[in-house]
Nanobody, 124 residues
């Protein structure tokens, strides 16, 4: 069974940076497309960024392009999200997800595995 554990969330001022990590265990990490989603209060969970099995292909929602970077280290079974120039509207619970492919992640990760989430709060 796949397990995902996020870390790195916290409180930061606008303009600041955070790096989220997601530790993957239970199966072969390199066989899964991975992604970060977020859910703000009163809103639906939405895709932030996704990455292919070997990290060669990435996908970002428009609002985070040029500010966030998704990456993975298959040797360490870890997914990352580097978040720079943070804005108050980035405040949300951030979730790590694993699914069969990048395409499945972009489609919402409905049949995949999910972590419990980590809170990111950006103050103005």
């Amino acid at each position: 069974q796949v397990q995902l554990v996020e870390s790195g969330g916290g409180l930061v001022q606008a303009g600041g940076s955070l790096r989220l990590s997601c530790a993957f265990s239970g199966r072969s990490f390199s066989n899964y497309g991975m992604g970060w989603f977020r859910q703000a209060p009163g809103k639906e969970r939405a895709l932030v960024a996704a990455i292919s099995w070997r990290g060669g292909i990435t996908n970002y929602t428009d609002s985070v392009k040029d500010r966030f970077t998704i990456s993975r280290d298959n040797a360490k079974n870890t997914l990352y999200l580097q978040m720079n120039s943070l804005k108050p509207e980035d405040t949300a619970v951030y979730y790590c997800a694993a699914d069969f492919s990048l395409r499945d992640i972009i489609a919402g990760g409905k049949n995949g595995y999910w972590g419990q989430g980590t809170q990111v709060t950006v103050s103005s």
